[in-house]
Every structure is written in C-alpha cells, then in structure tokens.
C-alpha cells in the first residue's frame, strides 16, 4: 500500500468538541469525522482498525463453535413488546413508523430477534446446543452522546446468542464464551480485566464485564493483588467486620452542632474519626394498585458509616426494595423524622421507618447520627440499647481500597476501567416470554436456557487509544493498527536510490506478510514522521540517502527513543520477527 493511493488526513489541532483523548486523536489522526452528535464517518485510517479488530472476533467465535449471520438494524415492534422491552426500555430505544404507521425500533440489540429465529428453527434437543452472533450497526439514543466512540449513539457490536437444554449446558456455552472472550482480548493486546459484574437492564444470573484498564475509564473495577477476585464495583461485596460489636462505652447524649450538617463537619467539630459517624438516607417504595395508582408508600432508613458511600445497585437487590426504589422527598422526610436533611437518624423518628443498616454500621458501637432534631446529633449511641435492632442488616456500601477481600487472599485494590465486553447467563427470561421451546426426548416442549456476549467493537479503538498513547499521538498494539509498519522514505520523489531501496524493502515486508504502508508522498521529514506517530503506527522504518551510502536504515517502534541501524537486506527479517515473535 502506498499512502498516495490510501487516504491520509490529519490535523494539527482537535477541533473544539473533541473531550477525552481518545476522541481528540481519533480526530487529529484523521480515523473518524463527525456526521452528528454521536454520530460519526469511519475514515479509511479508521475502517482498517475497526476490520482488523472484527476478524480476531470471527477467528475466535468461529473457533468456540459459534456461527455467524447477519441481523436486520430495524426490526418489528411487536417482538420488543412480546418481551415488554418496548415500553421498559425508555427513550434511548429510538422508534420510528413506516409508511403505513406500524411500530419499529432501530436496534441497540437483538435478544428478540434472535429468540424469534431460534423459535422456529430450534424445534429439537437434538439441535442443541447452538450459538449465534453477529457483527453489526446499533443505534442507542443517547440522552448526552459524548466522548467520541466512547458514548456515541451508533456503533458497532459483536453480539452472540447461545441456546442450551438447560442450566449445566448454558454453563458451559457460557464458559465457551468467556474463554473466547479472553482469547479475542489476549490478541489485541490490551490490559484488561474481566471481572464479575451486574446484570442491569438485559437481565440475567451471572455475568462477567471485560474493561479495557485506563485512568480515564468511567468504571471502577475493584480487584485484589493477591487472588483472581475482581468484579465491578457495583458487585463486589464489603465484608463484614471479623471483629464482634464492642460494649457500649458511654452515654447517649444529645449534642449541639450548630451549622454542622454533614458527617465531614460533624467529626471536625467533635474532633473525632470520620469512621465514628453514621450516615442517613431515606428511600421510599410506593404500592400500586391494578390501575398504576398509589395506595401506599413505606419509608426507608438507609445507614452507612460516615466515610461510606451508599452502592444503589446493591440496595436495589434487597428485600422490600427490589420492585424499585426513590429517594424520599423533603415532605415524606419531614412527615417521618420531624426534620429537615442533614440531621437525620434512626432514634426517635416521627413515623415508624424500615432500618437498614449496612453490614459495617450493625457493627459500630458509641456511634454518632443525626438526632431528628435541627443543629444536633447524638453521640455515644448503641445498638440494643438505645434504639432497636435494625429491621435489615446488608452489605449496601461501595468497596473501598485497603477492604479484606472476599475470597479471604488478601485486600481490594482499585483501578479504573473501561467496559468493552459483556457476557450474561440470560436463563429462560427471553425464551420463556417468547414462547421458544425445543421438545426434550419425551416429545415434551421446554423453554432454552440463554445467553448473551457482546463486545463492542468500535469501542475498542477507543479504549485501546486511552490506555495506549502519549504526547505525539496514539501507540497502536501492533494487532489492531491500521498499518503494522510504515516506511518513510527521505527524498523519494527527488532521490531514485532512496525511491527503489523504499519500492523493494516495501515489497519484501509485504511478502512476508506484514501490513505495511509507504509514505510516497514527498513530505518533508517532519511533517511525515508527526503523521505517523499521530497515527500510530508500531514500526517505522527510515530511508535516506546518507544511510544507504552506509549500507543501513533506521529501524524504530513508536515506543522506542532511538531508531537502531540495520543492515538494509536485514529489514525485512527484522521486523518480521518483532511483529510475529
């Protein structure tokens, strides 16, 4: 390939929309141009990132025994409201109507269309299990599309299918998947960490994310040094404390605090720990009746220690709070407590409240809280003693660094991350709504056990571009690049020794099957070695006349500080075994 016949469009300066580094670059490096918000052109620089991306997913799909199809972008309403998901879904969903005013939505995933395929075509035990997946467009209405690839509204995923007899079987589809997962991030040459995770909105038993590990990743993966645990940190589980609740050691006394509404400004004041105080939040779930009206709402106290932070994915699984959950308002909160915000606690409420304690809080004794009364808190406040028991002891608090970790190895770490894949045990939810059964060996129908794995393929270039780049510009994992070398010849157009060195060396890497691009565009060296680093591109190669009368060319990877001399009938081999070694 030579660059006069590709297309090369760089920029010096990332026009002023561009947010997070990897949009900037992805700008300035000429690989994507923006349509409309979320919305982008894949640039030819782009394109060969997002192909060579795709094929190390088929190869290894393809290998776990998965087969391909292809899955319309727009598809019927009524499989999305067989499910229910077309009112649940909310405005990200985008729906649209055609000339004859049916119902249809523009894909941000397949679950229903793919059920509906295995319904007809699955009729049999002898069928399963089988696994299907697909690479194609999806489109989710984002409410503020932003950072580039990284949330736009439409964007490309791998997503797959697995249909079992039952549990044991999706077990191991799931496994197959996971594996497969590992391989296909293996090959990119990402850091990464697949760690356990909830299983939101899709829904789902288990489910794994894999994030791509950046400092500007959105998500906080919580991980031990010591063991294999990782997981989100919406899953991962605060341990409760190894020691018993001490004695009670002092009197409950009811203490000024004048101005002093948060836990932060209450232990400077007193002079104590953080880690002293207890911290309230009020929810409230609402009853309903047949008709979607209101008949009732129960109040709930939520307490968390003081340097806690409240994990809503957890409450949002427990007893009493899974139907869905609020935060209370201002009147609910003064109806119950007798108080405004900021001096909330569970001794004496105005009105009864459900008490959920978390796991660290049941533990604490000679605590402080809010005492339902403006300009005080109570210290010295005991469990058993001083008010009742709390109706729920659970872990409902955010991991922090330094926590025991739960498989007892060692502590939590964390780091952040950025989720390029998911893979969930889905169960029966979609077959069982969608009536797709297979009939077992007594002629008896049974619904398929599911699961679902997606990656998310023009994500990936996104966050293979937070982790990997520097002050000139993006630094590809030679996998994925657009180019895995570039030869940049010095006088090309002026010079006819530089000119065939730079045509045979060209031809010699190609045939030795390296992906290669020669920059015959007669730029000066600056402004040619600028585009490439901004590109990326792993390995460049150099070639001067000053260096053939010497008998070499400059060899060097985007990630050196020095180009080496080599031999110019050694290129070619050298390079091969640095890309293929």
């Not at 069928?127 to 194609?136: A, G, K, T, V």
Request: charged letters at 25%.
């Amino acid at each position: 390939m030579k660059a006069s016949r590709f297309f090369v469009s760089t920029l010096k300066e990332a026009p002023a929309d561009a947010e997070v580094v990897s949009h900037k670059l992805m700008m300035r490096a000429g690989l994507i141009k923006r349509l409309s918000a979320g919305i982008y052109n894949y640039m030819p620089m782009g394109l060969r990132v997002i192909r060579k991306v795709e094929a190390i997913i088929r190869e290894e799909m393809n290998r776990a025994g998965a087969v391909e199809l292809l899955m319309p972008v727009v598809q019927p309403a009524e499989l999305w409201q067989e499910t229910g998901r077309f009112d649940k879904m909310g405005p990200e969903l985008l729906r649209v109507k055609d000339r004859h005013d049916r119902d249809f939505i523009i894909q941000p995933t397949s679950e229903e269309v793919i059920t509906d395929i295995a319904r007809q075509e699955l009729r049999s035990y002898k069928q399963l299990p089988r696994n299907f997946y697909h690479i194609q467009t999806k489109f989710r209405d984002e409410r503020r599309p932003r950072f580039g690839v990284m949330r736009g509204r439409e964007f490309t995923m791998k997503d797959a299918y697995s249909f079992d007899r039952d549990k044991d079987g999706a077990a191991k589809s799931y496994d197959a998947m996971f594996g497969a997962y590992r391989a296909i991030f293996d090959r990119f040459g990402l850091q990464y960490r697949a760690v356990a995770a909830d299983t939101g909105a899709i829904g789902g038993d288990l489910s794994h994310e894999f994030q791509v590990i950046a400092d500007t990743g959105e998500d906080a993966i919580v991980y031990c040094p010591d063991s294999d645990y990782a997981a989100n940190i919406e899953l991962a589980e605060a341990v409760a404390p190894a020691a018993p609740r001490a004695a009670a050691g002092a009197a409950l006394a009811k203490t000024p605090t004048p101005g002093k509404s948060t836990c932060e400004d209450v232990a400077d004041l007193l002079g104590v720990p953080l880690q002293t105080t207890v911290k309230s939040l009020v929810l409230a779930t609402d009853e309903r009746n047949e008709a979607g009206d209101i008949t009732g709402t129960t109040v709930w106290l939520l307490l968390v220690r003081g340097d806690h932070s409240l994990n809503e994915v957890k409450t949002g699984k427990l007893p009493g709070l899974k139907a869905g959950w609020r935060f209370a308002t201002v009147g609910e909160i003064e109806e119950h407590f007798g108080c405004k915000p900021g001096y909330l606690g569970p001794i004496g409420t105005r009105k009864p409240v459900k008490v959920i304690a978390d796991r660290t809080v049941a533990a604490m004794s000679d605590f402080i809280c809010g005492a339902n009364a403006v300009d005080f808190h109570y210290t010295g406040a005991n469990w058993g003693r001083d008010l009742p028991e709390p109706d729920l002891v659970a872990d409902i608090r955010n991991v922090l660094p330094g926590d025991p970790s739960p498989d007892g190895k060692g502590t939590l770490a964390i780091q952040r991350g950025i989720e390029v894949g998911h893979v969930f045990y889905l169960g029966t939810k979609y077959s069982a709504a969608m009536s797709a059964v297979y009939l077992d060996e007594n002629g008896k129908p049974q619904p398929m056990e599911m699961g679902c794995y997606g990656i998310g393929v023009t994500r990936i270039l996104g966050a293979a571009i937070e982790q990997n780049h520097d002050e000139r510009g993006i630094v590809w994992p030679a996998a994925i690049a657009p180019f895995e070398a570039v030869i940049c010849p010095i006088g090309y157009d002026r010079s006819d020794d530089v000119r065939a060195a730079a045509d045979q060396l060209h031809d010699a890497l190609a045939a030795a099957g390296i992906d290669v691009i020669l920059d015959d565009r007669g730029e000066r060296p600056g402004a040619m070695f600028a585009d490439w680093e901004l590109i990326g591109v792993p390995w460049r190669v150099v070639i001067s006349d000053r260096g053939l009368k010497a008998g070499t060319v400059e060899v060097q990877g985007r990630r050196e500080a020095e180009a080496t001399a080599l031999p110019v009938a050694a290129a070619a081999d050298t390079l091969k075994a640095r890309l293929r070694g």
